[in-house]
């Protein structure tokens, strides 16, 4: 892993670099802030932080263009910032509030963005699998070359609806990359426990759909595995599943006590493989950056993660008229 890693070191900008690590970084304080904000009573229900597989959605993002398309599950937050949305309205929409992309009506799990195409947000695990094969299906049907990630968890993976959307995906040869965030638990079932085919991007080939297994770590990784990815999509040779290796450092929900693995298991992921420290050094030892500059890059984001918490405490509650308005009837 870490020759991969080096090697990857030689090809790459400063600026491409800094991009990373201020997009990862946004993502790890937001995620910060809003677990301080459930903490204080100001988010209620459920709230999956994403804290720990920053690099998946960030390496990804940098592998798409205008106009791809993005779904996943209910641990959300990480794909809307990395896809541009505004942190305020993610904010605002966890507290409940008028100012969300919900209007205050949805919370964490049901968020939308059809300026950037971010189609939710599910709280039943493995739904949004074959609404990606439907959204990639439309594109298809369209004519254009736009690409979707359909993001999902280990657990999600021994879904039944998976293996009927991987048949049908690969029958039509549809544009979706199908992004298995394997962070090792399901709530509180280890990979390990779940299954006995633990490869889980090899089931794939039953249905004849190509993959492979990425360091979901290691941000450059995952863009170049995404690049791949894409334009076999592109080319009309999709689908494509991508299985990221990664870990959430937190527990599954915020009120996951987290007693199924073992602190010095969390302590060693964030020493030896945290994404954010790896382009970190990157920055460092390669002479991009110092110690100064990434502080105040800190600073800024901070900033930025602070505006947004303002604005979400600021904002009305949805008034009482609302109940009644984008109701499908
Ligand atoms: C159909 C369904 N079954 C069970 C649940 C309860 N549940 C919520 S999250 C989850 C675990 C899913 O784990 P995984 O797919 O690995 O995603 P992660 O939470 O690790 O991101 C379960 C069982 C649910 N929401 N929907
Ligand atoms: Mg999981």
């Known amino acids: ?182 962070n090792q638990y399901a709530m509180g079932t280890s990979v390990k426990r779940s299954t006995k085919s633990p490869s889980l991007w090899e089931r794939g080939a039953a249905y004849g759909i190509k993959g492979e297994a990425v360091d979901g770590m290691d941000v450059l990784a995952v863009k170049a595995a995404g690049e791949k990815a894409v334009a076999a999509c592109r080319a009309g040779e999709g689908p494509y599943i991508l299985e990221m290796m990664t870990y959430r450092y937190r527990g599954h929900s915020m009120s996951d006590p987290a007693k199924y693995r073992t602190r010095e298991e969390v302590q060693k992921m964030r020493d030896e493989k945290d994404a954010i420290e790896h382009v970190r050094d990157l920055l460092i030892q390669g002479g991009h950056a110092t110690d100064e500059d990434l502080k105040a890059i800190d600073k800024d984001i901070k900033a930025v993660v602070n505006e947004s918490a303002e604005f979400a405490k600021e904002s009305p509650e949805p008034a009482l008229e609302e109940l009644w308005t984008d109701i499908y009837a």
């Not at 963005?113 to 493995?126: A, D, M, R, T």
């Open 1 to 182: 892993m870490a020759a991969a890693r080096k090697a990857a070191k030689s090809n790459i900008s400063k600026e491409e670099l800094l991009k990373y690590y201020r997009e990862m970084l946004l993502i790890r304080r937001f995620e910060e802030k809003a677990g301080q904000l459930y903490g204080m009573g100001l988010i209620g229900g459920f709230c999956h932080l994403y804290i720990g597989q920053e690099a998946v959605v960030v390496g990804l993002e940098a592998a798409a263009k205008e106009g791809d398309k993005r779904v996943t599950s209910y641990r959300d937050h990480g794909h809307m910032l990395a896809c541009g949305m505004d942190p305020k309205g993610v904010m605002a929409e966890l507290t409940g509030r008028e100012g969300g992309y919900s209007k205050g009506k949805g919370g964490s799990m049901h968020m939308f963005s059809k300026e950037k195409h971010f189609y939710g947000g599910h709280g039943i695990v493995g739904a949004q699998v074959p609404l990606g094969a439907g959204l990639a299906f439309a594109d298809k049907y369209l004519g254009n070359d736009n690409v979707t990630f359909t993001y999902f968890g280990d657990g999600a993976a021994n879904q039944g609806q998976v293996y009927e959307t991987y048949n049908m995906a690969e029958l039509w040869n549809l544009p979706v990359v199908f992004v298995i965030e394997n």
